[in-house]
């Protein structure tokens, strides 16, 4: 089984002028690299495209159509790789919480924010309700 690295052109003069937008921001804002569990929200907004109706331009503005094409994982692993890993975080493996979403927008860019993990568990190490309703839909037992 062969696996192939994509470094096209345009993806790596996408990753270094995220890379360098990130270096800016923690120097300006004197961040220090982040050595603990992390969140991280990525938001993805793709152009229009120039062949869609108003109606259909509508539809994707107000969210009702999302883009398809990019796989999250794939965008998700993309901004850890040249956004974050050594900029932000010491490691990619701190991120314990991942949510990308993919919008439409008349303004294509990528909005990333990063939190420290802040943990769920009361002091009994029990999860609270909301965990615990959101753990059962996934089918995990929560409770003793």
């Not at 794939?74 to 993919?102: E, F, P, S």
């Amino acid at each position: 089984m062969a696996i192939r690295v994509r470094d096209e052109p345009a993806y790596r003069k996408w990753r270094d002028y995220a890379r360098g937008m990130a270096a800016t921001y923690v120097n300006e804002h004197k961040l220090p690299l982040m050595e603990d569990a992390v969140t991280v929200s990525i938001r993805v907004y793709s152009a229009l495209p120039l062949s869609a109706s108003k109606k259909r331009r509508e539809r994707m503005l107000s969210g009702i159509e999302r883009p398809l094409r990019q796989d999250c994982d794939n965008l998700a692993k993309a901004v850890n790789d040249a956004c974050l890993t050594g900029i932000v975080l010491r490691d990619d493996r701190q991120i314990v919480r991942l949510w990308v979403d993919k919008w439409f927008d008349e303004r294509p860019r990528v909005e990333v924010e990063v939190h420290p993990w802040v943990g769920m568990r009361d002091e009994a190490g029990r999860l609270p309700q909301e965990a615990a309703v959101q753990a059962s839909l996934f089918g995990r037992r929560t409770e003793d």
